[in-house]
């Protein structure tokens, strides 16, 4: 069975510009979730999503936006980007519906350098 | 304060001994606890899940959770060289996974 894929791998923009990030769950996971890893910190919770509805919001700007689809893949956007949102961006899904934070299986990630 | 505090490390340990990794959490409220395992330029992997207190077993790994002293731990038995890896502690309440900052492991020959 695939695990979580997210792409692009790698992605280079300049400040200022958008960027768009993609991600599908395991099959049979409805929740998604979204973290910013930057180099020497653990990863820091930026949206959870289950069955289509934003269920978890971290202290990010509103530049960060995410959704998800009914096939529960998920986007994150990022909007006027800034040389600290150079980031390994993680997703994760889950098995686990609301109320219970249960465990996270990440995809490979999305490294977005800004320039 | 920290949401989920890890010593950052490094931790030193010789091979075939045992490994403590600790992480100290400041949510009363907080349901469920995990220890995740990062390699350098990977993204985390699962390796236990805790959910009541007392001690949960898995091969080399043992997980131990103290909710009255807010505190998790990790045991790695018989220590291999590829234990080496950044040590993620995290903890979940309602609907967010909170993440350490991580311990980082070397296993010496």
């Known amino acids: 069975d695939a695990g979580v894929t997210q792409s692009p791998t790698h992605l280079i923009k300049t400040r200022g510009q958008q960027v768009t990030l993609r991600c599908s769950p395991i099959?049979?996971?409805?929740?998604v979730s979204w973290y910013q890893q930057v180099l020497g910190q653990g990863p820091q919770f930026i949206f959870q999503?289950?069955?289509?509805?934003?269920?978890g919001r971290g202290n990010f700007p509103d530049r960060f936006s995410a959704r998800q689809f009914p096939n529960y893949s998920s986007e994150l956007n990022v909007n006027a980007l800034l040389l600290g949102d150079s980031a390994l961006y993680l997703c994760?899904?889950?098995?686990?519906?609301?109320?219970?934070?249960?465990?996270?299986?990440f995809g490979e990630g999305s490294r977005l350098t800004v320039l | 304060q920290k949401e989920v505090e890890q010593n950052s490390g490094p931790l030193s340990v010789p091979e075939g001994a045992i490994a403590s990794l600790n992480c100290t959490y400041s949510?009363?409220?907080?349901?469920?606890f995990f220890w995740y395992r990062q390699y350098s330029g990977k993204s985390p992997e699962l390796i236990m899940s805790?959910?009541?207190?007392g001690d949960k077993e898995d091969g080399r790994f043992t997980a131990q959770l103290n909710k009255a002293s807010q505190y998790v731990s990790l045991l790695i038995r018989d220590s291999q060289p590829s234990d080496s890896a950044t040590y993620l502690c995290?903890?979940?309440?309602?609907?967010?996974?909170?993440f350490g900052s991580g311990t980082r492991l070397s296993i010496r020959p």
């Open positions: 994760a899904s889950s098995s686990q519906g609301v109320g219970v934070a249960g465990e996270l299986f």
């Open positions: 099959s049979g996971h409805k929740s």
């Open positions: 999503y289950y069955e289509k509805e934003e269920r």
């Open positions: 949510d009363r409220g907080s349901q469920s």
């Open positions: 805790i959910y009541s207190n």
């Open positions: 995290a903890v979940g309440s309602a609907s967010k996974i909170i």
